[in-house]
């Protein structure tokens, strides 16, 4: 918790998590990412000498756990190939709770936002849980419009923010949602869709948004990583 992640890159076979790989629980261990900075990190997954590029999760990959109050921001997936690219700024599989995160200005081929993995036939069948979460102004070189948000098969998407019309999500331009997307804050501007657009959960009774203020401060939580009551500046630096 509390940590900035940034300018870390994810080689190898396993191609996943450029910033933060989440393993299954283990034992009765279960992880939590929460009050984190995941900014600047890139895959770029080596095979037999060349890119393999199915690398995913630039920023975070949660096969199991919760991440929550989190800002994952210009984190990019490389890629040589854009048949085969596919990347993601988030990658989740099984049953990942990603809540009150913010997840903007990444780039990929394909998959620039939130992937949710579908489990193979042979897998426990458990989904991702999305709740609460702004998934916005990411750039997808190559796919559609809702490639920039979402792709895949999550248990639920629960009162959420997106810029583009995907299954879920309420839709909002990034220009009305953060104050200042140009400069990287990622702040909620007056008037946003997403405040008070969150759902509660029990373990906000005594938490803080990701600047430390409480991150319930109106009627309902905000979307993302940010309450508006909150003040301070965040600026991310490409």
């Not at 300018?7 to 279960?30: E, F, L, S, T």
């Amino acid at each position: 918790s509390n940590c900035v992640v940034r300018n870390c890159q994810g080689d190898g076979w396993d191609r996943m998590g450029g910033g933060i790989y989440m393993a299954k629980p283990n034992a009765g261990i279960v992880a939590l990412v929460t009050h984190c900075l995941i900014t600047n990190c890139q895959v770029e997954a080596v095979a037999n000498g060349a890119r393999d590029d199915r690398g995913t999760g630039a920023g975070l990959a949660a096969a199991g756990g919760s991440v929550r109050n989190s800002l994952v921001a210009c984190n990019r997936m490389l890629f040589s190939s854009t048949s085969a690219a596919r990347g993601s700024a988030v990658y989740l599989k099984g049953p990942v709770m990603c809540e009150n995160c913010t997840v903007v200005s990444n780039e990929s081929a394909y998959l620039a936002g939130i992937y949710a993995k579908m489990p193979a036939d042979n897998e426990e069948q458990l989904f991702p849980t999305i709740r609460n979460c702004i998934v916005s102004a990411n750039v997808s070189a190559y796919g559609d419009d809702s490639e920039r948000v979402y792709s895949g098969l999550a248990n639920l998407i629960d009162h959420s923010i997106a810029d583009v019309a995907v299954s879920g999500f309420k839709v909002e331009d990034p220009a009305l949602t953060f104050r200042n997307p140009a400069r990287g804050d990622w702040r909620l501007r007056d008037g946003s869709a997403a405040i008070d657009y969150g759902t509660y959960a029990a373990w906000m009774e005594k938490s803080t948004d990701l600047r430390g203020h409480a991150r319930v401060s109106g009627r309902r939580p905000d979307a993302g990583c940010y309450e508006s009551a909150g003040g301070g500046f965040m600026l991310i630096v490409r």
